[in-house]
């Protein structure tokens, strides 16, 4: 098992900012891809970003590039989500998840999930 948790949602106004932490509670994420995803109300969990292991690679989804960063520090066993110019159309759940390997783009690639946190970006 790998206990996620995520902290940093709150309610911004559009072209705000905030970042999002994701730790592991008692266990390296040293061995394990992340992924950051989102649901909004009414819809399907849409992938985020992504990185692997080490950090020296990342991906993101085209509605977030440019405006969204992923990181992660392993030595505190952490992942970030720092997001730019929020919009309105990014109020969401937002849920970081881990994998055994790399990277991945698809919900059911990953095998740990946070319980989330509430992000809403007010107009």
């Known amino acids: 098992q790998v206990p996620l948790v995520e902290s940093g949602g709150g309610v911004v106004q559009a072209g705000g900012s905030l970042r999002l932490s994701c730790a592991a509670s008692g266990r390296t994420l040293l061995s394990y891809g992340m992924g950051w995803f989102r649901q909004a109300p009414g819809k399907e969990r849409e992938f985020v970003a992504t990185?692997?292991?080490?950090?020296?690679?990342?991906d993101y989804a085209v509605p977030v590039k440019g405006r969204f960063t992923i990181s992660r520090d392993n030595a505190k066993n952490t992942v970030y989500l720092q997001m730019n110019s929020l919009k309105p159309e990014d109020t969401a759940v937002y849920y970081c998840?881990?994998?055994?390997?790399?990277?991945?783009?698809?919900?059911?690639?990953?095998?740990?999930w946070g319980q989330g946190t509430q992000v809403t970006v007010s107009s």
């Open positions: 998840a881990a994998r055994i390997g790399g990277g991945a783009y698809t919900w059911n690639d990953y095998q740990y």
């Open positions: 990185i692997n292991w080490s950090g020296g690679s990342t």
